[in-house]
């Protein structure tokens, strides 16, 4: 079983910064492609950037590329969200995941079967 832990979140005016970790425990998932996924009240779950084991083949949603860079330092077990200029549109739920299914990551969360509980990310204008 894998358990994922999110630890980052917090409140922010537009223009700020935050840095999202993610912390894996339970059996490894170095080799599995993991994503970050936002919700914000009312909407569905939003793919927000995805990467393959070894740091390999970041790839963003096109509302945050350019702002967030993802990462994941498979030595230490953890997945990072670095994400700057933040602004209202981005505030939500940010969850980190984790696929055990696929080989390569994919955009969609339906296909994540690993989920942290979540943390808040609240950007004021």
């Known amino acids: 079983q894998v358990q994922l832990v999110e630890t980052g979140g917090g409140s922010v005016q537009a223009g700020g910064s935050l840095r999202l970790s993610c912390t894996p425990s339970?059996?490894?998932?170095?080799?599995?492609?993991m994503a970050w996924v936002r919700q914000a009240p009312g909407k569905e779950r939003e793919f927000v950037a995805t990467?393959?084991?070894?740091?390999?083949?970041?790839y963003y949603a096109s509302s945050v590329k350019g702002r967030f860079a993802i990462s994941r330092d498979d030595a230490k077990n953890t997945l990072d969200l670095q994400m700057n200029n933040l602004n209202p549109d981005d505030t939500a739920v940010y969850y980190c995941?984790?696929?055990?299914?696929?080989?390569?990551?994919?955009?969609?969360?339906?296909?994540?079967?690993?989920w942290g509980q979540g943390t808040q990310v609240t950007v004021s204008s």
């Open positions: 990467i393959n084991r070894r740091g390999g083949d970041p």
């Open positions: 339970g059996r490894s998932v170095n080799v599995y492609p």
């Open positions: 995941a984790a696929s055990s299914t696929k080989t390569m990551s994919t955009t969609s969360p339906l296909t994540y079967n690993y």
